[in-house]
């Protein structure tokens, strides 16, 4: 493992093994890192958001973590896959629930499947990456949660 895999990692595991949003421990190691912390106002409302997760750091903490370790890093950085290493987390800290919402779409059947397709036809505007929706009463450019490119979809 190269010192930037290694720190890469480090991180991953310290955001993993952070309390539900972040916790001391978490803002210390984005402090030694100089990355900057999601504002508590904003960490509210996505907890209240249907992005929900059930352990660790937002995702868009941690990868302005790996962004501050890929500047350190930049030979090894060009061939890091930034996105990937950002859903494989959110994966991670995911609650198991969303399995269930899967199952139960499943079983209601075609009719409802397509009622379905005709509510989802408004546009709207998600993250390429993790699929967050844009927060409606607000305007940015990347997504909040895993710091994304946002994209139109219909
Ligand atoms: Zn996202």
Redesign the pocket.
Known sequence: MTEFEKEIDAAFQAAWHADKGGDEKWNAVMQQYGAEPLNEGLKKELLNSE?KIARGAF??ELRRVMEKIMAKHPNEAQTFQMDAK?LEY?QKIKPFSGLGDIFANAATGTQKYSQGLQKEKTKTI???????PRLEEMQYD???????E?AESF
């Open positions: 992005m995702p868009i950002v959110y998600k993250c390429k990456n993790c699929g967050a990347n997504c909040m949660f895993c710091g994304g946002l």
